[in-house]
């Protein structure tokens, strides 16, 4: 059975799937099941191993990203702070 897909500038295609969108579960890893699912014998053996680390990955990211908002959120409070104590010079 061919797969048509289409890619992000509209284009079909058969045979090739571009993107598959799959469910995330609770945690940071996607759930096995679907992405298994139409796996060859070869990608099975690979997945699990390679979802580990892209799981490890998106927290890491998770936990950059939380930093990134704190730092952003104390370089306003700072810049609030040096207008008023500008303004009430």
Known sequence: MDQIAHSKAGQE???AVFEVYKK???SD???MKPLLSGAKDWERELVPELEDGFA?????LRCLMKCRQ???E???HIERLAL???CGE
Do not use: C
């Open 13 to 15: 295609s058969v045979g």
């Open 24 to 26: 995330k579960g609770k």
């Open 29 to 31: 890893h996607y759930l």
């Open 56 to 60: 490890e990955i998106r927290r890491k």
């Open 70 to 72: 704190l730092l952003l």
């Open 74 to 76: 104390q370089i306003r």
């Open 84 to 86: 008023s104590a500008k």
